[in-house]
């Protein structure tokens, strides 16, 4: 087992346990396990592969051997659920009449799309540019921040991703997708999160934003703070002080907060937005993942009209900018997240999962922390409630138990289960994931 893995953004792919869970493939799927890793340049993080997926549905993925599974990773795209109706309808409809746009024209699912985009903030971020992912929003968020404020310097978190492109890894904060890659985009500083599970800083909160002005006057030229209101990876819900307390700082210095929703955003938290939960405006907001529907790659960034300054420059010029079908599937995304309540149906599961991760907490001692809002929580796993030594072997057992009987998700920073359902999700299907989990939780905890 890689040590230095088993505290990033995802799950190990090289322990013991793997191996026995490749084990447990038919020979069909190791045939087609072997091609792809015959075929594929080998990454950490996601290779080998874990399993052949051949249809999808809902909140739920079939693989090669016919067993459908929950997916409660879903790589945080699956907001509308997979293979979404009215998406797949939206999708086919626009390929009839123009699947492309060549970059110096225009096309009305582009201008129709960024119109709801821009409704769903209330017209407060009325300024919008498209992207084909999430890394390179950032990066278009990055260069605006420098245009407006004629300052390089970003502030981001250590342990944050926004993304595996260069400027993304350079301005993220997990050292490990920085390594090997030489110098990268400097002025970078990196604060504490504010973790007050297992944060350095402690546990109140001003501590964490009088680090943030030390850091700030210190270093000087600051141009940007660089965060995700709510952490994806990790589950950190900062309390609404600590945001509030962010941008005023933000304010006083003249720095740009962007605020990075890829994973999260179009009503994850029962909000449409973090933003809009923490009542604290962004100065920039990227969006991706979930944005195509969970089918197109799509994504944006949004910002204020006050920031349309930079019409001499290429933020984002990329070949796939408006593309028409990834535009009517965001247009019938955000259509579908309306019209079928999707933020008061998540409000009313938190309250569920409320309740019963805290019956689990309480029944089982290796649950260290439980953290959640909407439909993103993180259970941490701990060797002891005291010491919060992390419980990294049972937390990938578990991960793998689960997957055999039908639900899969994704461990963190070693050992943290990070559970995220698609928004759709009937609450049939919750319920079987909690049981398959508690099952598990009970068996692990009785073996320790
Ligand atoms: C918080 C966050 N920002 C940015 C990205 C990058 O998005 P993409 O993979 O579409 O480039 C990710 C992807 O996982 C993410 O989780």
Redesign the pocket.
Known sequence: MNPESLFT?GDINQSEQRKNWDLYHDENTRNWLKEDNDLFLHQSLSTPCLDVVESSNGAGLRRLNGKRFLDFHG??AHQVGFSNPAVIKAIKDQLDVLPFSTRRYTNKPAITFAKKLVGSTGQILNRVLFAP????A?GMALKLARVVTGRHKVISFWD??????LD?ISAGGEAMFRKKMGPTMPGVERIPPPNLYRGVLGQNIDNYLEYLEYVIEKEGEIGALLA?PIR??DVIIPPKSYWKGVREICDRHNILLIF?E??NGLGRIGEMYAWQYYEVVPDIL?L??GLGGCIM?H?AMLTHEKYNVASEISLGHFTHEKNPVACAAGTATLDYIRENHLLGKVSEDETYLYQRFRDFQNRYELIGDIRGIGLIWGIELVKDRITKEKAVYEAEQLMYACMRDGLSFKVSSGCIIQLLPALTISREELDQALDILEKNLAKISSII
């Open positions: 953004e790589n945080s992912g999430g890394s390179l950032i944050s991703f926004h993304g595996a492109s993304a995700e994806n990876t990075d890829i994973p990227c991706g993942k790659p994504a």
